[in-house]
């Protein structure tokens, strides 16, 4: 497909490419933003989108956390302390589901948004007036979700997998948090259809597709991997509303439905959604690191075939979170297989990091070290997820606080981390401005140090068979929940240290050059700092730039 | 009555129609709410679940 037109919306139909090397950022200086707040609600400008969708994760960031620190609060000691266990039990599926949809899904989509068009040449995303639309559906949903813990029946309390038939135990309220669940699934998928136009049609001259940066790469096929999974989850969703309310029996076992059916179409969709929650963060780390080793990416070829690997492999894995209800050997078998196998590409990726830093001239400024404490944490919830790979042993530890460690060491070390390493790292480039490179750091050890005085503990617990999802433990607990939860407050105050710098550098600071940082390579590099309001209306010459 | 473009001779720039313009993210919009519908209908038809 021609990579050299903007003509995907009438917004770009005029827009053509001219020759090379003209500075083409102060052509359009005098076409600024709008003033007020209808500047943000009618923009279809990539840049603003990103900063919603970035500032709407920070303030989802913060509602999830602090639901994450009403669970640590109630499980510092044995007993019921604080919470009704209802109200437990609505925090831990609330908690889930704001974290996920709410912080970093969207925040990866701010980040596409504010880096995509800017790292392939392009004046925008393909579809602008759809991508407004993306962003406005999200606060609604999030809105309809979270009113339900003010509702008579109670926010949704059976985990965020929505097993029946214990979800369909769940009050009226239910029917709103199907609804919010559908809204953000359609912003998803729409924000999805709008990357995957920008990276096809929008590319500037010369930028093929082994052109361009990890992250886009990344984006690309977690865009594919969300327009296949999140309408399977809806209509999963679906089928539980008709349910619940509309007398069908897809997944009543009363009614001849089928539970373990929905367990299956979920991790249909949920397994790759894990994916999606972590391959835009590889394409970050592989921005970064180069940058700070003063080395081209190791392995950029192999980078893009181990992350196409695992975007299939993700769809062929989904049984080994079902493990436990029992299925044929073979099956079990082939689902331990194919899941070990993801270890393949997955090291390939962890393997080309490192040697991307071997006998490179590194610095360790604050988007390095979360980039390097990522790729540290993450392997850790790698092997832990390779443990629960094998059948035998996952009988073992399924649903215990083992699990649970697994994950949030790849979703918080993890994700979380490379979306913090992205923020510093690109903040001057947003901004203008530096942050505060001690205070960075500062918030880096801090975080690193509480991260795993929350989470490490957790194996121990797990692995002596504490259950997830309770209000309520068995004494010979008590001591490493009592560590966790202090690791938890830790964390989640250290992380007003990150809004205090953000704002700080947002507000005024030390003056970023365009580059930034002295061994970055790529287009969104050409443009001055702050990134103008429109950038590349004219097509860059890419034949004497490093794109990637 | 003949535009001045069209008096010059020269056939006018003609606008791709809307289907044409849009037909990548058209086809992914088709490509979701085929697999939406898709798992449902697995369900209701391949499984037999309704109806038994």
Do not use: C
């Amino acid at each position: 497909m021609s990579a050299n037109t903007h003509s995907q919306d009438g917004a770009h139909a005029d827009v053509t490419h001219h020759a090379a090397g003209e500075d083409h950022d102060h052509d359009h200086a005098e076409h600024g933003p709008a003033y007020g707040p209808m500047r943000w609600i009618t923009t279809t400008n990539h840049k603003d989108i990103g900063s919603l969708y970035l500032w709407f994760a920070l303030v989802m960031f913060f509602i999830g956390g602090a639901m994450a620190l009403v669970i640590r609060a109630e499980l510092f000691q044995p007993g019921i302390q604080i919470v009704d266990p209802m109200f437990f039990n609505s925090m831990t599926t609330m908690h889930a589901l704001v974290m996920i949809f709410g912080v970093v899904m969207p925040a990866f989509v701010g980040l596409a948004n504010w880096m995509i068009p800017m790292m392939i040449g392009a004046p925008d995303m393909a579809l602008p007036r759809l991508n407004n639309w993306s962003f406005w559906i999200m606060p609604f949903a999030f809105a309809i979700l979270l009113s339900t813990l003010f509702m008579d029946s109670g926010g949704p309390a059976g985990g965020w997998t929505l097993y029946p038939p214990l979800s369909l135990q769940m009050g009226d309220s239910f029917a709103f948090v199907i609804f919010a669940i559908h809204f953000m699934g359609i912003s998803s998928v729409m924000g999805s259809i709008n990357i995957v136009a920008t990276i096809f049609n929008m590319r500037a001259p010369g930028v093929t597709f082994m052109k361009m940066p990890m992250f886009v790469w990344t984006w690309l096929i977690t865009a594919f991997l969300l327009i296949a999974t999140i309408p399977v989850l809806a209509g999963a969703v679906t089928m539980l509303l008709t349910d619940r309310f509309f007398e069908t029996s897809f997944f009543s076992a009363a009614g001849g439905g089928d539970p373990v059916m929905f367990q299956h179409i979920f991790w249909f969709f949920g397994h790759p959604e894990v994916y999606i929650l972590i391959l835009p963060a590889f394409g970050i780390i592989s921005s970064i690191i180069p940058t700070f080793a003063r080395k081209p990416l190791f392995g950029y070829d192999s980078m893009v075939y181990a992350t196409a690997s695992i975007a299939f492999l993700s769809f062929i894995v989904w049984a080994h979170h079902m493990f436990t209800t029992g299925m044929p050997l073979a099956g079990s078998l082939f689902f331990m297989m194919t899941t070990m196998m993801i270890s393949v590409p997955t090291g390939v990726k962890v393997f080309n990091w490192v040697a991307t830093m071997w006998k490179g001239a590194m610095t360790f400024e604050t988007p390095m070290l979360f980039s390097i404490g990522f790729v540290i944490m993450f392997t850790i919830g790698g092997l832990s997820g390779l443990m629960l790979a094998i059948t035998p042993a996952d009988i073992q530890y399924h649903d215990t606080y083992f699990v649970v460690a697994h994950f949030h060491y790849v979703l918080v070390p993890g994700a979380i981390y490379s979306i913090m390493a992205a923020t510093y790292y690109w903040l001057p480039k947003w901004t203008g401005n530096m942050y505060d490179e001690t205070l960075g750091k500062w918030h880096f050890w801090i975080s690193t140090v509480f991260v795993n005085v929350l989470f490490f503990p957790m194996h121990f617990v797990g692995l002596a068979g504490m259950n997830r999802r309770i209000p309520d433990y068995s004494l010979q607990f008590a001591d490493w929940n009592m560590v966790a939860t202090i690791g938890a407050f830790g964390f989640g105050f250290s992380q007003l240290l990150f809004v205090y710098i953000v704002v700080k550098a947002v507000r005024g600071g030390k003056k970023a050059t365009a580059e930034v940082w002295e061994g970055a390579r790529g287009l969104e590099w050409t443009v001055p700092s702050p990134a103008p309001y429109h950038t590349f209306e004219t097509a860059p010459d890419i034949s004497r730039l490093a794109v990637r | 009555m003949k535009t001045t473009v069209q008096q010059s001779g020269t056939r006018p720039a003609q606008r791709p129609g809307f289907l044409r313009r849009y037909r990548l993210p058209l086809s992914l919009a088709v490509v979701a709410a085929s697999l939406y519908a898709g798992s449902i209908f697995f369900i209701v038809v391949v499984r037999g679940q309704i109806g038994t």
